[in-house]
């Protein structure tokens, strides 16, 4: 352990990494998507219908700020519905962030690290690119 705790600052944003079969699953990952649109302000990624980069299955990315985690996170509990979820922090070791420092809703996946720098810049919190309509 270090001297003192690591300050909350250090996280600039927060991932969420939707996981899904592309032949069985990619119905549920697009509802589960359509419903995070019209509730809360995050920043829907691109979807990746293979792997990439230190993901072992097709997924695509929810940024979402600080803030929003109390609400995001428990209501992803209750909505995967079956879906591995990747919730990492964004500081300055991705590694880091997602090997050591994650949390998993639903079956935890395999992460490969080496795929993932040990530095990096901050990844500030995403302006809000979506239009909710609803809340939770
Ligand atoms: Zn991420």
Redesign the pocket.
């Known amino acids: 352990m270090s001297a003192a705790p690591r300050p909350i600052s250090e996280i600039a944003s927060f991932?969420?990494?939707i996981y899904y079969d592309p032949a069985t699953s990619r119905s549920d990952a697009e509802r589960l998507r359509a419903w995070m649109a019209e509730r809360f302000s995050v920043t829907l990624g691109r979807w990746h219908d293979v792997k990439v980069g230190p993901h072992d299955q097709a997924m695509y990315?929810v940024?979402f700020a600080p803030e929003l985690f109390a609400e995001l996170v428990p209501w992803l509990m209750l909505n995967h519905g079956g879906l591995s979820i990747?919730v990492?922090p964004?500081t300055t070791n991705?590694r880091r962030?997602?090997l050591v420092d994650p949390l998993w809703i639903g079956q935890p996946l395999a992460v490969h690290g080496n795929k993932l720098p040990e530095q990096a810049e901050r990844e500030p919190a995403p302006a809000p690119n979506t239009d909710p309509v609803a809340r939770a």
């Open positions: 991932h969420a990494h990315q940024a990747l990492h964004n991705p962030d997602h």
